[in-house]
DNA sequence: CAATATACTGAACATTTGTTTAAAAATCAA
DNA sequence: TTGATTTTTAAACAAATGTTCAGTATATTG
């Protein structure tokens, strides 16, 4: 169990929590200051060498923003909210024209869904059904650099989106199914008519009625 | 419609996203230099002009790690969301006390979650896989009067939590698993030790990582 | 072709940001 | 009360980080 915090030392964790929530970056020493009217850096740089002391963030010396606040997933004090597009048409071709067309957004408790998604879209088939992903289902998706192979990716062919799991072999993508009844599709890396929009990060299941 | 990117400036915009998902920051410039073996900081830091100019990110001039990506603003209001509870504590028989020790709250956005929930609770075991729920999801059950045979409920045995398919047969009431290996539960109605929590209205899965 | 944008290097410079040291006041527990 | 810890101010310094200028090379476009 971590070592309790003082009263203002809990004040300068929940204030840097809510700004690196809100900001997708951690404060400066100078920013604390400003927030609690502090005359010296040393105010605040005093605290956050106790919240280190105790545990609660980890820092790099020298660095600027370098503040890693641990347990970052379990807390549940904040409330913060994203709003990501819901996605309806598909076009590999021009990818950035999805999202100009949309079918609305949705707001996302970040508390819940934790990994900074960038869309959502509706599952439009039952390829995946194995993996508990079933047509009419919400993905919600994270768009990263490297996938994985394995990983489970949400993929725009032509004007079709899809949600297979992603392989890539010597400069081959492959797009595979985990269901019964469905093909694998191959692609050529580069093809302009594959978009890989990103991994699914959520599902998001209606069950009543 | 955003002017299109360059191949570079595409890979050190994906770069810039990737890391800011996660470090919880954007990275310095010294960091894209280093991540794409630049010599010169001014490598980066003309993309950067030319991503700020093509509206993919914003900066302020002399801040360290200052780069805003423009798809990643938070909202903060709180139209058509409801909070509900995330319980983690199990008490048949005086239920009222699931709500007293909770696990956090989460909230949900009543564009999608639209059956008016009543509260949470993370699934528990794998009994209810054949029908796509899986242990760890998050389950929103919606409080109802009348529950039909065949509905997915939440229902509470003594000091544990339990989605099963509900049916209830000349005042017996079944908790039916869909996966092999879990047992068909048996209870007469109004058997204390059994609280029926409500229906399962919506599942929340994390799959990546 | 010329003009323009892109992609880089190199070196200095400016500003921000983190760090240290010294000290005073406030708080809290023994 | 006494002593330890916390909180705060103040000032100077060190390091990181962003910015600018000058220049080369390559591609792209009209």
């Known amino acids: 169990m971590k070592e309790a915090l003082t009263k203002r030392q809990n004040q300068i964790f ?17 920013e604390i200051c400003k927030k609690f009217n502090f005359k010296s850096t040393n105010s605040a740089y005093s605290v956050l060498k106790a919240l280190e ?16 606040i641990n347990d970052f997933k379990l807390d549940k004090t904040q409330i913060d909210l994203k709003e990501i597009p819901l996605i309806s048409t598909f076009d590999a071709q021009n990818p950035l024209r999805m999202f100009t067309n949309l079918n609305g957004t ?10 900074l998604p960038s869309f959502a879209v509706e599952v439009t088939d039952d390829g995946m059904q194995k993996d508990g992903i079933f047509k009419g289902d919400i ?20 004007n079709e989106g899809l949600i297979r799991h992603y392989k890539n ?6 797009l595979i199914p985990s269901s019964r009844g469905y ?16 991994e699914v990060s959520f599902i998001i299941r209606k069950l009543k009625r």
Do not use: C
Request: glycine content about 6%; aromatic content about 10%.
């Open 183 to 198: 093909e694998t599709l191959k692609f050529k890396e580069g093809d302009k008519n594959l978009w890989i929009g990103g």
């Open 169 to 174: 072999e010597n400069n081959e993508i492959y």
């Open 53 to 68: 002391r105790k545990g609660y963030i980890q820092r790099t010396n020298l660095k600027a923003r370098n503040i890693n």
């Open 14 to 30: 929940e204030f840097i929590k809510k700004y690196t929530i809100e900001n997708h970056k951690p404060p400066t020493i100078r």
């Open 106 to 115: 949705i707001k996302l408790d970040m508390k819940i869904f934790d990994t």
């Open 139 to 158: 993905a919600i998706i994270t768009q990263s650099l490297e996938i994985k192979n394995g990983s489970i990716v949400f993929a725009v062919i032509k």
